[in-house]
């Protein structure tokens, strides 16, 4: 079940009947049959992060939402496995014909929910999204690290620094610093789940073109985990972000609304982006 878009404050988020914050950003005008495009947050983070990318996207109906246990949905009880980010992705959706462009865990989710039975998602754009089950992926500790991952708070601060960096820790207010540890519980919980199990997607069974994002100074697993997935997905496109690293959705929202763009005109049959070499 989705919300009639019509009854949604635009740009306002509000309480999906899924429980989710979802925000719809609906343009003032809209062709029908246009789809819905909705963009998936990664790990510790929050959908507020695109708002960079949502502004350069004013003439499409772009969603964004928080995933369960982080920030608007912190009320709900963090997702017992990866299928039930999967359940949301696609209650978000409803039974609209959707883009879903993903962020790192985010892609995780995009990917698998185009692969779902009965899915609407007629195209998927997926930025580095991890793939611990591969032999090449490093795999460090929950929190980072640290001696142990049994305080979630604190798991969430070493991911943070490790990921985005200690200085970045260091430049948030004591305000901000307490929300990421509160998402600390949402944290632990996914990343041992996709960590623990085994592949959450099957490339070789999407049947939606598919565009893998990656920055050229992104880490070595992240570069090759979109060169192996794109060497197994049958409609793969490997687009390059110049600069970049693995937070391209903050560092170069001009680049990542083209890649959301690009996958918008896939969905309508659109000719590829020109490929680079995997």
Known sequence: MVADPSAWQAGATMEHPSGLAVTEHVPPTRRRGDPVVVLVHGSLDRGGSFARVVRRLDDLHVVTYDRRGYQGSRHLPPARGFGDHVDDLLAVVGDRPAVVVGHSYGADIALAGAA???????????????????????????????????????????????????????RLSDAAREERRADGPALVTELQALRSGGPVVDPAALSVPVLYGRGERSRHHHRRGVAWLAGHTPDATVVEFPGASHGAHLTHPDAFADFVRQAVLRASGAAPAQEVPA
């Open 116 to 170: 779902a039975p009965g899915s609407t998602i007629e195209a998927v754009a997926a930025y580095e999204p991890p793939l611990p089950w591969l032999g090449f992926w490093t795999r460090p500790s929950v929190g980072g690290g640290g001696p142990s991952d049994d305080d979630p708070a604190a798991a969430a601060e070493r991911f943070f620094r490790r990921v985005v960096g200690p200085d970045a820790w260091e």
